[in-house]
C-alpha cells in the first residue's frame, strides 16, 4: 500500500524547535518533487517548499530563513526543520508528493 506519512508533531514553545519527518512507503522519494505544506482548520493550506528531484529546495517568504528541508534516500524520508516557532504556526503540517498526500502531524506552539 503506497502511504506517506508525516511524523515528529507535537507541542513546543514559542522559540523553540522541532523536526518534522515524511516517510514514504511503495515508492522512492527521491525520484519525486515533495512539498510541504501547512493547514489552519478553517482555512486554506498554506504551501511551505518544494524540494525537486535533484534535492534543491524552495521556501515561502514566510518561512525562508527559518525552515529548512534536508533528504535522507537511505531512509526514503524528507524532513522539515522549524526553528524559531511561534504560536501562529500552529497547525497541522502535511508533505505530498507522487500525487500522494501524507497523513498530517500536529504542531502546537505554545506557552
Known amino acids: 500500500e503506497v502511504q506517506l506519512q508525516a511524523s515528529g508533531g507535537g507541542l513546543v514553545q514559542p522559540g523553540g524547535s522541532l523536526r518534522l519527518s515524511c516517510v514514504a512507503s511503495?515508492?522512492?522519494?527521491?525520484?519525486?518533487?515533495v512539498n510541504w505544506f501547512r493547514q489552519v482548520p478553517g482555512k486554506e493550506a498554506e504551501w511551505l517548499s518544494l524540494?525537486?528531484?535533484?534535492?534543491?529546495?524552495s521556501y515561502a517568504d514566510s518561512v525562508k530563513g527559518r525552515f529548512t528541508v534536508s533528504r535522507d534516500n537511505a531512509k526514503n524520508t524528507i524532513y522539515l526543520e522549524m526553528n524559531n516557532l511561534r504560536p501562529e504556526h500552529t497547525a497541522v503540517y502535511y508533505c505530498?508528493?507522487?500525487?500522494?498526500r501524507g497523513q498530517g502531524t500536529k504542531v502546537t506552539v505554545s506557552s
Open positions: 505530498k508528493a507522487n500525487g500522494y
Open positions: 511503495e515508492f522512492t522519494l527521491r525520484f519525486y518533487g
Open positions: 524540494t525537486s528531484r535533484d534535492g534543491l529546495t
